[in-house]
């Protein structure tokens, strides 16, 4: 199965971007959906899911910036990305796994490149 993020981008301090990721997945309604980023020096860490039942959860520094959004008809995760800091630079990874599955299992797409700079 294939992942394939898209939106990412150069964007000043303040300013707003639009992760999207599609797939093919047949499975895709029942798995939970995440974002993930690494930072440059970074360990990975996870951004915010999408339960298959639509219930999100974020980590706290995006809390109240970043929305998660799922389309299962589109077979489609959105990350809106609101008041982007210096610190959210990083690759941003989709993941997708049954919601049984430890995390960080699945499948992974290729990543999509996101710089907040001034």
């Known amino acids: 199965a294939q992942l394939v993020e898209s939106g990412g981008g150069l964007v000043q301090p303040g300013g707003s971007l639009r992760l999207s990721c599609t797939t093919s997945l047949t499975i895709f309604s029942i798995c939970t959906m995440t974002w993930y980023r690494q930072g440059p020096g970074k360990e990975r860490e996870l951004v915010a899911s999408?339960?298959?039942?639509?219930?999100?959860d974020y980590t706290d520094s995006v809390k109240g910036r970043f929305t998660i959004s799922r389309d299962n008809a589109k077979k489609t995760v959105a990350l809106e990305m609101r008041n982007l800091k210096l610190d959210d630079t990083a690759t941003y990874y989709c993941?997708?796994?049954?919601?049984?599955?430890?995390?960080?299992?699945?499948?992974w797409g290729q990543g999509t490149q996101v710089s907040v700079s001034s």
């Open positions: 993941n997708a796994r049954l919601p049984s599955a430890d995390r960080e299992t699945g499948f």
């Open positions: 999408v339960s298959p039942e639509g219930i999100t």
